[in-house]
């Protein structure tokens, strides 16, 4: 199973970004999938997840800023990310799972002051 994101970049604060994600796998509408960052120095964390029947789930730094959604027919995760922060710059990964983990390369988020 192969996961590609893409969406990242540079932006200002209180910008915007969207990042995608798509994947191979077959079973994508019956998994869990979700983002999770990483940022220089520090562990990665989970950032927002939604499962199979659309329930969300989000860090408490990121409620009411971003968005995930879903779209199963062409297999594709998203998050929208309004009002950025430094804060949230970090290298951000979507997942997939599905009785195990599988990843994506990661794109790089970078939010200027």
């Known amino acids: 199973v192969q996961l590609q994101a893409s969406g990242g970049g540079l932006v200002q604060t209180g910008g915007s970004l969207r990042l995608s994600c798509g994947t191979s796998?077959?079973?994508?509408?019956?998994?869990?999938t979700g983002w999770y960052r990483q940022a220089a120095g520090k562990q990665r964390e989970l950032v927002a997840i939604?499962?199979?029947?659309?329930?969300?789930n989000y860090a408490d730094s990121v409620k009411g800023r971003f968005t995930i959604s879903r779209d199963n027919a062409k297999k594709m995760v998203y998050l929208q990310m309004n009002s950025l922060k430094p804060e949230d710059t970090a290298v951000y990964y979507c997942?997939?799972?599905?009785?195990?983990?599988?990843w994506g390369q990661g794109t790089l988020v970078t939010v200027s002051s």
């Open positions: 997942n997939l799972h599905l009785y195990m983990d599988y």
């Open positions: 796998g077959s079973f994508f509408s019956f998994s869990t």
């Open positions: 939604i499962t199979s029947d659309g329930s969300t």
